[in-house]
């Protein structure tokens, strides 16, 4: 069994503000990701796939497929996007990237192709220095 | 003379929309960079300084003390926030990287301390694809 | 226990051309990548170790000693050749990433020291954007 | 459940000398390791936290809580010293990265907050191509 | 004025083999560059344009407008390609890097589009260690 | 004409103490990096040539033959050492990235072998935000 993991790129604004929080404890909790007029990052977002690598072709999956479902359910919605306004999933809920991760592995997830590899692991990086991950033993 | 380059970074959000041009025009110009609710990046600013190195510290400055403008001239207006709304200068000037290096440069040498070296040049990453730079020989 | 990866490189040019298939559905499955007279890629491959630290040395396993087995297992062949002509492996293999890391691993197991701790992981870079990964748990 | 990674930097020195050993020992085992007066490195360490996202936060922990027990208990003992002479730990314990690791986790394990996600991995880059880890199920 | 950079990446093979020169000399000279079978690299190729930031828009060019000229007239035919075989510029003159960025300069000084900022600079990355440069002033 | 660069690395340790100054000048001005035990980087030099391409190779300059000249001059001395103590030219100067880069410049230009083009610059990164490069213009 092989896992691939190919990344992705959106560029995103979103700002941190629980709707069932108060203002008050919305600055304390969030600090300065809870500024009015919000802030933005270059998101990194990385999919693993896993399975067997069919013998033909020598290939777990062809990335070209793969890419055209990352970008139909995810990129094309959060690229160049405010995740607060644009992506309805955020309306209530609040963009942390724990959640867009979430929200990256719901709409992938439901969007599966059969006759894919196993759908395992989505990663997403913020910053350079702040990583989450949700591993499929994890779901 | 040396040359000394300092990274900083900030996490900000804007919108590309031109004030004096029409929606339609803005829309062609921008593309998805003029989407409404505006996006956001995680930028990389470095400041270069040129100068002859002082011989008893055997250092062309102080980096703590370049921290210090920096980050009182540029990074606490810039940094988690969103350009177009919260910084005056892009209220009526479109805050393409262009115009942000620009503010950047302007804000810096209206606060450069006497006895600094010079500052030589301002370069702004974007995304790891575009980088803008104004240098010295070309203020 | 503790886990080490050591990160090498080569520069190796490969064509994707599957010998049991026809030149069209070649064309079609691996686009690009089949064109016919290859491309190339700066590889980037990590190979994993696990094991229990040695208490006097305080290391897994000497690096000098990893690097041995590695250049002259895998990076003395691979680097600075051409996969499918050099690499009697990929004569009638098709040298995708997914193979490449195959071949790497076995030539890694057959060659493997006494007294080495465990080869845990191989991890294959084909760019930044694509990674292969054999994991201990799924050989 | 969801997977947290945060990076931090020190710049350290340290020097590879087994007190067990004799001089010319450690000389064979460490090679340049082993140079008299030391050298250092830009070290990166990255901590890994899992658990369940709080759903009114959306975090799965608050970073500036994270951050201030990793300096508190590894930073501002570990950034700009001598891992050797600085540490205690390191008196009779020889600094290679994986006995760094493991002192970084006992710092922080030791003092880890009630209330905190579990403390999942350990991660140390001594460079670019030397990575260590320490993770939960290897503990 | 402005400088823009703006980063593309191609994948291609290449064998450095001068043809007025004898096998031995090509093997002494370009050591495991001769390879007989070639090799290849991710290469990254960077784009510098400088001129006035235009004040409407905000922008020294505009990006997709480069992009444009910079696939049409080198990606589509260096990426995924064998530089000897592939581009007639290399079918007597050796592909080096530093070949490789005059041929790239040549494509686009010659393609360039009126109306356009100047084209000041190419710079090509073979690795991550081997970095070639033309400069304007130099040219 | 051309500009190629090739980076090298070197892990070091050191200690900023001017000799000239008392113990607490020193403690203020370096603050940290003055700690009495000293610290360490994996620094980062990258040395320039500029020239014409020698049209036979196509090739500015052997790069091999650049690499001898470094590892002889400067990466023997300066890896895996202490600054401060195993280079002499830092037995009364103190070896800031500003110094160093001199000391790195002073060498190679002392050694630069008859018929190599010539040596336009060296660039010093001592950790990812703190670059240092002496230019040739600037000598």
Known sequence: MTRLTRRYRFAASHRL??????DEVNRELYGKC??????GHNYVVEISVTGAVEPKSGQLL???????????????D?????????????????????????????????AWPAGFPELAGVRLWETKRNIFELTHEEQ
Chains 1, 2, 3, 4, 5, 6 share one sequence.
């Open 78 to 110: 959060f690229d160049h996007r405010d995740l607060n306004r644009d992506i309805a999933a955020f309306h209530d809920v609040v963009p942390t990237s724990e959640n867009v991760a979430v929200e990256i592995r719901r709409r992938l997830a439901t």
């Open 62 to 76: 062809n990335v070209t497929a793969l890419d055209d479902v990352v970008h139909r359910e995810v990129l094309n």
């Open 34 to 39: 809870n500024n009015p007029w919000g802030h």
């Open 17 to 22: 503000h629980a709707p069932g929080l108060t």
